[in-house]
């Protein structure tokens, strides 16, 4: 089994920026992937940024250029870097992990942002 425990949501202006973290542990051999969905209220969860194995990242196109998927391997930890934050930003972030085919989830972080 793999435990995910995110942090770092919260309350930001437009323009403004957070850090989230998620914290992976338990079982972390054959980790595939590791990233970030969000689900906004009446919105089906969505891909935000994935990092593989490799190091490859990719994007969702409407964060592009603002949000940065990064990983830690001492601390295994992955980090999603949220810049030029917009209130269409504003949903539930999802730490995801990939690992021998199965996904797991962490429990969310709300992230608000007020215009």
């Known amino acids: 089994q793999v435990q995910l425990a995110e942090s770092g949501g919260g309350l930001v202006q437009a323009g403004g920026s957070l850090r989230l973290s998620c914290a992976v542990s338990?079982?972390?051999?054959?980790?595939?992937?590791m990233g970030w969905y969000r689900q906004a209220p009446g919105k089906e969860r969505e891909l935000v940024a994935r990092?593989?194995?490799?190091?490859?990242?990719n994007y969702a196109d409407s964060v592009k250029g603002r949000f940065t998927i990064s990983r830690d391997n001492a601390k295994n930890t992955v980090y999603l870097q949220m810049n030029s934050l917009k209130p269409e930003d504003t949903a539930v972030y999802y730490c995801?992990?990939?690992?021998?085919?199965?996904?797991?989830w962490g429990q969310g972080t709300q992230v608000t942002v007020s215009s």
């Open positions: 995801n992990v990939i690992r021998l085919g199965r996904d797991f």
């Open positions: 990092i593989f194995s490799a190091g490859v990242t």
């Open positions: 338990g079982s972390i051999f054959g980790i595939n992937a």
